[in-house]
Nanobody, 127 residues
Framework: QVQLEESGGGLVQAGGSLRLSCAAS????????MGWFRQAPGKEREFVAA????????YYADSVKGRFTISRDNAKNAVYLQMNSLKPEDTAVYYC????????????????????WGQGTQVTVSS
């Protein structure tokens, strides 16, 4: 019911910024919590940030809190991840995902709880 496509990745120097976008389609998008995940070579896919269906609540991994901001615009069927003060350890493929629950009260961090995924966009941060 939901299709996702990420964009905005690229190469940036440490300390720089990028804004990732996720374009969504599907009538249930506005009722679903959304998350950003990332996966570096040889590592498991890890949680980055999540935002509630209403956009009123957000939750971040400790590694990015204070540097990244997740937002959504339901009128545009879009989710964003503003990344500031980037570090080399932020290098990964970034994925947006939609939680399978509708109007759920908990922002979940497990990839297993997200049923819809984009194909990912590469973010590379040089030192």
């Amino acid at each position: 019911q939901v299709q996702l496509e990420e964009s905005g990745g690229g190469l940036v120097q440490a300390g720089g910024s990028l804004r990732l976008s996720c374009a969504a389609s599907g009538r249930t998008f506005s009722s679903s919590a959304m998350g950003w995940f990332r996966q570096a070579p040889g590592k498991e896919r890890e949680f980055v940030a999540a935002i509630s269906w209403s956009g009123r609540n957000a939750y971040y991994a400790d590694s990015v809190k204070g540097r990244f901001t997740i937002s959504r615009d339901n009128a545009k069927n879009a989710v964003y991840l503003q990344m500031n003060s980037l570090k080399p350890e932020d290098t990964a493929v970034y994925y947006c995902a939609a939680d399978t629950a509708i109007h759920y009260s908990v922002l979940r961090t497990s990839p297993n709880e997200y049923g819809y995924w984009g194909q990912g966009t590469q973010v590379t941060v040089s030192s």
